[in-house]
C-alpha cells in the first residue's frame, strides 16, 4: 500500500521538477507570476480604500461625539484663526538640514589648514549653534538609522509584520486578510519550500556533474547554464516578477557588475539573467552548501571578513580573474552592508581601484509585496528565510547601466562616488556619504577631528 502511494506520487512529482528545470532552462514563464501579482494589486487597492473609508467613517463618529460631550459654555475656536495656525504649522519644517556634517576627505580636510598662517580665533557662544542644531536634527532623525528600519508603506499590506492595526477595521478587510493567512502559511510556504530545495539539490548535482567535463569550453557553457537554472529556481520558489531594463547595457565581458545592496536575494535576482563570478563571505548552513556547489564549477572568490591576509589574497585573486576575457564579470556589492532599499550608502573602493570596466546596476524593490530588506542585525538568516516564504511576493525592477571607466587622473574614491551617483540617480534612491557600516560601529576617529577642524577655521575665518 504505502509503496503504492509512492509509486503513484512520483510520476507526477517528477514531471513537475520536470517542467521547473525546462522553465528556468528556457527563461520563459507561464504568466502565472504576473497573474497573481496583479490579483494582489486589485486587492490592496480595495483594501485601502476600504480602510480609508472605515477610517473616515471613525473619524466622524469620534468627532460627533465630541460635540455632544462639548459644553455651550466652551468658547470656540474662529475658523479662520484656525486655518491660520493650521498654515503657520504646516509651513514651519522642523529639520532643514541648511547644515549637514558630513563625512568629508581627510586630505581635503587637511588642505584647508596648510597654506594658511595662524590667526586669532575668536569664540562666539552663536558660532556653535549650526551645530547643536544638527546634533539635535539627528537625534529627531539621522541620515543613517532609517536607512536600517523596514521602509514605510503608503498603504497596509495585509501583513501582520507591517501591521497598523488595520486587519479588523472591518468584517471584510478581516476576511481578506484570513484568507490570505491561510494561502500564504498552508499553500505557498510549503511549495516555496519545495521550490527551493529542487533549486538547491539540482546546484549541488549539477555543478559537481559539470566539474567532471574536462573540455573547458563545455564545461563552461555548462556551468553558465546551471548557475542560472539554479537562480531561477531560487528565486521562483520566492514568487519573484523581475523586470530587467535597458538589456542593451547587460554585462558581457569580464569585469565589475556593481549594485546597491539590499538583501542576500539580489544575487538571486541579478542571475536569472546572467552569470556571475560571486565574490563574498564564507559562510555555513544553507548558504555555505549553495557556495561550495557553484564553487565546483565555476570561479568564485570566498574569504573570511577577519583575515586581512585573505584578503590582500582576494585582492590579487580580482586582478587575476579580470586579466582573463573568459571569465564571468565579478558582481560586487560595494556598501558592504544590506541597506532598506531607500538609499545608497558608501562605496568601498577596493573594486574601483583594480582597474577594468564598470557595469553598474540599480535594483529597486517594490515594498508592497513583501520587505525585501535583510536587518542582519536583527534577524538571522533563517528568520529572513521564514519572512520571505511567507511574503506575498518579491517585485523588483532592475537598471543595467552603461559601462563606466575610471578617468585620467579620477582616484579610485571620486570613481565611486561617480558611478553610486548614477545608480542612486536610475533607482530614485537617495545618494549618501555615510558609511553603511555605522549600523555596527562609531563613528571613526578621524571624522570627529575633521569636523574640529572645519569648526576651528570658521572661528577663524569670523
Known amino acids: 500500500m504505502f509503496y503504492g502511494i509512492i509509486n503513484i506520487c512520483w510520476i507526477p512529482f517528477a514531471g513537475f521538477v520536470s517542467f521547473l528545470v525546462l522553465l528556468s532552462a528556457i527563461n520563459k514563464s507561464v504568466g502565472v507570476r504576473k497573474a497573481y501579482v496583479n490579483i494582489l494589486l486589485r486587492i490592496f487597492e480595495y483594501g485601502r480604500v476600504s480602510i480609508e473609508s472605515a477610517s473616515k467613517v471613525n473619524q466622524a463618529i469620534a468627532k460627533d461625539k465630541i460635540n455632544v460631550d462639548q459644553t455651550p459654555g466652551v468658547e470656540q475656536v474662529d475658523g479662520s484663526d484656525a486655518k491660520e495656525s493650521n498654515e503657520a504649522t504646516n509651513g514651519s519644517v522642523l529639520i532643514t538640514r541648511d547644515v549637514v556634517l558630513l563625512p568629508e576627505a581627510q586630505e581635503s580636510a587637511h588642505d584647508k589648514t596648510n597654506g594658511t598662517k595662524k590667526e586669532e580665533i575668536c569664540f562666539d ?38 501591521n497598523r492595526h488595520y486587519e479588523f477595521i472591518s468584517w471584510k478587510i478581516t476576511m481578506i486578510w484570513v484568507i490570505g493567512f491561510a494561502i500564504r502559511y498552508t499553500i505557498l510556504m510549503p511549495l516555496r519550500v519545495l521550490v527551493c530545495f529542487i533549486g538547491v539539490v539540482f546546484a549541488v548535482v549539477a555543478n559537481a556533474f559539470v566539474a567532471l567535463i574536462p573540455f573547458r569550453f563545455l564545461r563552461l557553457s555548462l556551468a553558465d547554464l546551471s548557475f542560472k537554472i539554479t537562480f531561477r ?35 538571486a535576482i541579478l542571475s536569472t539573467d546572467c552569470t556571475f563570478s560571486l565574490i563574498g563571505q564564507r559562510h555555513g548552513g544553507f548558504l555555505g552548501v549553495l557556495q561550495r556547489a557553484l564553487a565546483r564549477a565555476s570561479p568564485h ?16 585573486r580580482l586582478k587575476q580573474h579580470v586579466s582573463d576575457p573568459n571569465n564571468p564579470p565579478i558582481l560586487i556589492f560595494p556598501e558592504g552592508t544590506c541597506i532598506n532599499n531607500t538609499s545608497v550608502m558608501q562605496f568601498k573602493k ?9 557595469y553598474p546596476v540599480a535594483i529597486k524593490y517594490d515594498p508592497r509585496f513583501g520587505d525585501a ?31 563606466m571607466y575610471r578617468q585620467e587622473g579620477e582616484s579610485a574614491i571620486d570613481f565611486a562616488n561617480r558611478v553610486k551617483g548614477v545608480i542612486a540617480k536610475q533607482g530614485g534612491l537617495v545618494d549618501l556619504v555615510w558609511d553603511g557600516q555605522l549600523k555596527r560601529m562609531k563613528p571613526k576617529k578621524e571624522w570627529r577631528e575633521i569636523q574640529q577642524i572645519e569648526f576651528a577655521n570658521r572661528l577663524k575665518s569670523d
Open 233 to 267: 529556481l531560487i528565486s521562483s520558489s520566492l514568487s519573484s516578477l523581475v523586470i530587467f531594463h535597458n538589456k542593451q547595457y547587460k554585462p558581457t565581458t569580464s569585469g565589475f557588475c556593481v549594485a546597491n545592496h539590499t538583501t542576500p536575494l539580489d544575487v
Open 125 to 162: 557662544f552663536e558660532n556653535c549653534l549650526d551645530y547643536v542644531k544638527s546634533g539635535v536634527e539627528a537625534i529627531i532623525e539621522d541620515d543613517v538609522t532609517s536607512r536600517f528600519e523596514a521602509e514605510e508603506l503608503k498603504s497596509w499590506n495585509m501583513l501582520t509584520r507591517t
Open 350 to 358: 577596493g573594486s574601483f581601484e583594480v582597474g577594468g570596466v564598470i
Open 373 to 403: 530588506f535583510w536587518n542582519s542585525s536583527k534577524y538571522s538568516m533563517m528568520q529572513y528565510l521564514y519572512m520571505m516564504m511567507t511574503s506575498w511576493a518579491i517585485v523588483c525592477d532592475v537598471w543595467y547601466l552603461p559601462p
Open 301 to 316: 572568490i570566498w574569504f573570511e571578513r577577519g583575515e586581512a591576509k585573505d584578503r590582500h589574497l582576494v585582492a590579487e
